[in-house]
């Protein structure tokens, strides 16, 4: 059975950092894609950042460039998204997701076939 779990979300104040951990087991991820999405208040679900496990391949948002970096650690069968310079508008539900479609966005939500339980991040003064 596959299961993902989030965890490492918080309460910070702008300009901080927190780094999010996801811990799948019952497969292998190597040689697919494992992303992080997001989902605000109000809002849709949004693509944050993805890596290709076994490879050195990663995507980013647009918004979060440059402040967060997505990681992997195999022999954990482990991915990390380390946040940095957090503001107030990455407050969101923070979910991971794996084993994505081929031929499909990194960042379309859909096209991902397993999901974690997601990790709340709030960022306010």
């Known amino acids: 059975q596959v299961q993902l779990v989030e965890s490492g979300g918080g309460s910070v104040q702008p300009g901080g950092s927190l780094r999010l951990s996801c811990a799948a087991s019952?497969?292998?991820?190597?040689?697919?894609?494992m992303g992080w999405f997001r989902q605000g208040p109000g809002k849709e679900r949004e693509g944050v950042a993805a890596?290709?496990?076994?490879?050195?391949?990663?995507a980013y948002a647009d918004s979060v460039k440059g402040r967060f970096t997505i990681s992997q650690e195999n022999a954990k069968s482990t991915v990390y998204l380390q946040m940095n310079s957090l503001k107030p508008e990455d407050t969101a539900m923070y979910y991971c997701?794996?084993?994505?479609?081929?031929?499909?966005?990194?960042?379309?939500?859909?096209?991902?076939?397993?999901w974690g339980q997601g990790t709340q991040v709030t960022v306010s003064s």
């Open positions: 019952g497969y292998t991820t190597i040689n697919n894609w």
């Open positions: 997701a794996a084993e994505k479609v081929l031929g499909r966005s990194w960042s379309t939500p859909t096209a991902y076939k397993y």
């Open positions: 890596i290709f496990i076994g490879g050195t391949t990663t």
